[in-house]
């Protein structure tokens, strides 16, 4: 019997925004959009995977600032205090997880994947992240396209001739 761990992908939300193509254009318009944008991905990613998502963004430079955790479509977000950054929230929060559980950590911050790495975590590059919600969005598609070509009826196979003479004789009793 195999045991099945619990997932958690730790998100470094500013290192992600400032990677991701589409949410660099969302920042440049305002950064708040870029976060929900990241949010909202992320969401649906947790939604499809079922991996526990967490998005953890530097709030470490808010004076008087204390750290927020909220959820947002099955996601967890973090604000971290003031004098703390996302990088040491991760950290501390990993070597806290037990072994029973497979930690990765998205960021493309060199030095943060070294410690996490050797914190047990897998480290996965903001790129490559990019590129696996991409695979499952198409995978997604294909799917869905899949499944519309396959949802066809009956009726929509018969001539529509045919159908309506079909319709009728079970209307008065008859079989087809």
């Given at each position: ?102 930690v990765r950590v998205a960021t493309s ?68």
């Open positions: 019997m195999t045991e099945k761990y619990e997932e958690y992908l730790f998100v470094d939300g500013y290192n992600v925004i400032n990677a991701w193509p589409e949410l660099v254009e969302a920042k440049s318009l305002n950064l708040e959009a870029a976060r929900e944008k990241l949010i909202d991905i992320m969401a649906d990613y947790a939604a499809q995977t079922g991996i526990n998502v967490i998005i953890v963004f530097d709030a470490h430079q808010v004076e008087g600032g204390r750290r927020i955790i909220y959820r947002v479509n099955g996601v967890e977000v973090v604000f971290t205090k003031e004098g703390e950054t996302a990088d040491n929230y991760i950290e501390k929060t990993v070597d806290s997880m037990s072994m029973g559980q497979r911050d060199w030095i943060e994947q070294q410690i996490v790495m050797g914190r047990g975590a897998i480290r996965v590059s903001a790129r490559e992240l990019h590129q696996e919600i991409k695979d499952l969005i198409e995978k997604r598609r294909k799917q869905e396209e899949r499944r519309r070509l396959e949802r066809h009826t009956l009726e929509e196979r018969i001539d529509k001739k045919i159908w309506s003479q079909i319709i009728e004789r079970l209307k008065n009793g008859g079989g087809a």
